[in-house]
């Protein structure tokens, strides 16, 4: 579990950075933060990985204060996926790559060896490949592979997607979402809503250093205060069920206004067009 108490942070002693912040992310959860540039979203993350520590307030990991806990103790606990995996990756090849983290760790050996062998098997890596020689994609998943191979308790991922094309983000979320489903907890800040609408189970607003917004994810993305506040931009399914709203009164009622997903405003337009056919059939006869 995280907790934020009343959290305050800063880079420098007169700017204020963080004004307050206050949440608890249970294990196995699935948690995006979102809000404008310049927010306070990747000062959280450093601060859960302790890269940063609160000039008052409390960061706890499952209790324990992080300004308490050794770097190594904190590492086995939050693996941290930076924006850009060249700020990650270090070593020749593939396989060293993924073997950095239990070295640093002091676990090097035959279990670090298994695991390694079987996450170049899942990822489908080739274990030679000069990491630098990989394109943006693949490095970023390697980068993400280095943190799965250890199985921290608590993943975060900052801005996870940036920077790759459908098919390598899809590749991507895919094995976030798979270690999601095996139990991990998932902190992810993100840009894109429509990464959030589909992964993302809960969704922290910050705005100006603060939490504005805190629910499941769709209770956020369907929140005009918020997302104007935060100047976000809801996933396009959400739009048009707004749209559809706004331009026929007489949908504002139906599921059509309320769809999240593609299934839902499917099944709600097929729902809306039996009802109607239903309705001329009734008054021809
Ligand atoms: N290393 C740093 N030193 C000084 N100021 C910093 C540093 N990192 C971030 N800041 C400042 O802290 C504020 C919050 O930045 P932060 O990166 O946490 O926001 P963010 O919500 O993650 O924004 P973005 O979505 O653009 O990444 C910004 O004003 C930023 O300029």
Redesign the pocket.
Known sequence: MIEFDDVHAS??AT?P?LKGVSFTIRDGEFVAFV??????????MRLVNGLLKPDAGQVLIDGVPTTELRTSELARRVGFLFQNPDSQICCNTVREELLFGFKALGQAGPEADERVDAIIEEFGFDADDDPFLLNRGARQLLALASIVVLAPPVVVLD?PTTGLDYRECAKVMDIVRRIHERGTTVIM?C?DMEVVADYATRCIV?SD?TVVDDAPTFDVLRNRDTLERASLVPPQIVDLSFELARDMPQLAETAVARANTVDEMLAAVAEEARTTQDVERSVCA
């Open positions: 880079y420098e700017l950075i809000g404008t540039n310049g927010a306070g979203k990747s000062t959280t801005e800040v840009h910050m250093g």
